[in-house]
């Protein structure tokens, strides 16, 4: 008998820390900087660093479970550790995909949008080619793919680094102007930066997909943990420091005024066309629809190879060593959703299923945490870590059925 070909273990912790950059500073900073100064106005870099540390509990829960069961669709798996139930496990795997899915779908669009901008183009050829070529990136192999990705994830950060840059002559400014972003004990500023925190925690999703290709990460127990906590920090900083040059250079009212806010940022402090900080833009969307369906695919295969799912998902080819056969179902339902265009619906109710994924995880890890407290050659974090994480996204559970239900 043939012994069974795995997953190949090609990701370093540099690579993995791209990925995790990757998902997380995507093509929403692009688009949230506006709806946040809206809300939090000279506060917004405040919202940013509370929503950063909201986030950072579930990406810590996220990061000892990595070490604890380093396997691939690590959400699922996680849960049926926790609660011991096959069923809720494959549930939530099969919600992460469909989540991934539709998020992928909605960015291919978007990036199609974008690139209309520039080139004309037929819709149906464009989103079968660009649906097509994704996927044959994910089949290529896992090095390649997030090879690729890395590159375009530098090159997304140096469009935020540029925009900030040209901002430095405020940035200099924020010793003496530093009193304008500390609210008053007034509710009323509160409540906007309450809210602005709520939009800017979306922002820093994206930990959740690097666990689902832990079983191509190499010395995983360490690598991944450790990348997730080095994403969270590097975007943290990126963050915060974007909005204290946006807030310190333009009124918040004129940003919140824009559609291309991190342009016009670009434009007002360079005095130059801001063209290419649309086309890193576009680079970002195409950048998170490349990872979704990388992360869609692993979790399909990670059910499949604990018999969740049919066998024939979790083969893994004897070349690429990558999962085709979920390579290709993911690839053809994402260019299915791209197609049909009514993604608005399934894209608002995918924020909802994370948030309610974070609690569940972070509610498995307090069970797991009770049943092993402290296992060998893992990284551990106070068990007060997965409480926090648990209160914080049930209540922006509860924040948005409020809002949907409204």
Same mark, same amino acid.
């Given at each position: 008998?043939?012994?069974?070909?795995?997953?190949?273990?090609?990701?370093?912790?540099?690579?993995?820390?791209?990925?995790?950059?990757?998902?997380?500073?995507?093509?929403?900073?692009?688009?949230?900087?506006?709806?946040?100064?809206?809300?939090?106005?000279?506060?917004?870099?405040?919202?940013?660093?509370?929503?950063?540390?909201?986030?950072?509990?579930?990406?810590?829960?996220?990061?000892?479970?990595?070490?604890?069961?380093?396997?691939?669709?690590?959400?699922?798996?996680?849960?049926?550790?926790?609660?011991?139930?096959?069923?809720?496990?494959?549930?939530?795997?099969?919600?992460?995909?469909?989540?991934?899915?539709?998020?992928?779908?909605?960015?291919?669009?978007?990036?199609?949008?974008?690139?209309?901008?520039?080139?004309?183009?037929?819709?149906?050829?464009?989103?079968?080619?660009?649906?097509?070529?994704?996927?044959?990136?994910?089949?290529?192999?896992?090095?390649?793919?997030? #090879?690729?990705?890395? =590159? /375009?994830?530098?090159?997304?950060?140096?469009? $935020? %680094?540029?925009?900030? !840059? +040209?901002?430095?002559? *405020?940035?200099?400014?924020?010793?003496?102007?530093?009193?304008?972003?500390?609210?008053?004990?007034?509710?009323?500023?509160?409540?906007?930066?309450?809210?602005?925190?709520?939009?800017?925690?979306?922002?820093?999703?994206?930990?959740?997909?690097?666990?689902?290709?832990?079983?191509?990460?190499?010395?995983?127990?360490?690598?991944?943990?450790?990348? #997730?906590?080095?994403? =969270? /920090?590097?975007?943290?900083?990126?963050?915060? $420091? %974007?909005?204290?040059? !946006? +807030?310190?250079?333009? *009124?918040?009212?004129?940003?919140?005024?824009?559609?291309?806010?991190?342009?016009?940022?670009?434009?007002?402090?360079?005095?130059?066309?801001?063209?290419?900080?649309?086309?890193?833009?576009?680079?970002?969307?195409?950048?998170?629809?490349?990872?979704?369906?990388?992360?869609?695919?692993?979790?399909?295969?990670?059910?499949?190879?604990?018999?969740?799912?049919?066998?024939? =998902?979790?083969?893994?080819?004897?070349?690429?060593?990558?999962?085709?056969?979920?390579?290709?179902?993911?690839?053809?339902?994402?260019?299915?959703?791209?197609?049909?265009?009514?993604?608005?619906?399934?894209?608002?109710?995918?924020?909802?299923?994370?948030?309610?994924?974070?609690?569940?995880?972070?509610?498995?890890?307090?069970?797991?945490?009770?049943?092993?407290?402290?296992?060998?050659?893992?990284?551990?974090?106070?068990?007060?870590?997965?409480?926090?994480?648990?209160?914080?996204?049930?209540?922006?559970?509860?924040?948005?059925?409020?809002?949907?239900?409204?």
């Amino acid at each position: 008998m043939k012994p069974q070909i795995r997953l190949k273990r090609s990701l370093s912790l540099p690579m993995m820390t791209l990925y995790g950059l990757g998902t997380t500073i995507g093509a929403g900073i692009y688009a949230l900087v506006g709806e946040i100064v809206s809300f939090a106005g000279y506060y917004a870099p405040l919202s940013f660093l509370i929503a950063s540390v909201l986030a950072g509990f579930t990406a810590l829960s996220f990061a000892e479970l990595s070490s604890r069961f380093p396997r691939a669709a690590g959400a699922a798996l996680y849960v049926q550790k926790g609660f011991h139930s096959t069923t809720l496990s494959t549930v939530i795997g099969l919600l992460v995909v469909l989540a991934g899915l539709v998020s992928a779908a909605a960015l291919i669009n978007g990036f199609f949008a974008h690139m209309q901008q520039f080139i004309g183009s037929e819709r149906l050829i464009s989103i079968v080619l660009i649906s097509l070529c994704l996927g044959a990136l994910a089949a290529w192999g896992i090095a390649q793919s997030v #090879i690729v990705a890395s =590159l /375009i994830t530098l090159i997304e950060i140096s469009g $935020l %680094l540029w925009v900030i !840059a +040209v901002s430095h002559e *405020a940035l200099l400014t924020l010793p003496s102007r530093w009193p304008e972003l500390v609210p008053s004990i007034d509710i009323s500023s509160w409540h906007g930066i309450f809210f602005g925190g709520i939009l800017a925690f979306y922002a820093f999703i994206g930990f959740e997909d690097m666990v689902d290709v832990a079983e191509e990460v190499k010395d995983v127990k360490r690598n991944l943990p450790l990348a #997730i906590i080095l994403t =969270l /920090i590097i975007t943290m900083v990126l963050y915060v $420091l %974007l909005m204290l040059a !946006a +807030v310190l250079s333009i *009124a918040p009212s004129d940003i919140a005024a824009s559609d291309i806010p991190l342009a016009f940022i670009y434009e007002s402090n360079s005095g130059k066309d801001a063209t290419l900080i649309m086309i890193i833009g576009m680079f970002a969307v195409i950048n998170g629809a490349l990872i979704q369906m990388i992360m869609a695919s692993r979790v399909l295969y990670g059910l499949s190879s604990r018999d969740q799912l049919p066998a024939i =998902l979790s083969k893994v080819h004897h070349k690429t060593r990558t999962p085709l056969a979920a390579i290709l179902v993911t690839t053809l339902c994402v260019l299915v959703l791209a197609l049909t265009g009514s993604l608005l619906t399934l894209a608002q109710a995918t924020s909802l299923v994370m948030l309610t994924l974070f609690a569940i995880v972070n509610l498995s890890l307090w069970r797991v945490k009770k049943q092993d407290p402290r296992p060998v050659g893992t990284v551990l974090f106070p068990v007060w870590v997965p409480v926090v994480g648990f209160l914080a996204s049930s209540a922006f559970v509860i924040v948005e059925l409020i809002n949907k239900l409204s």
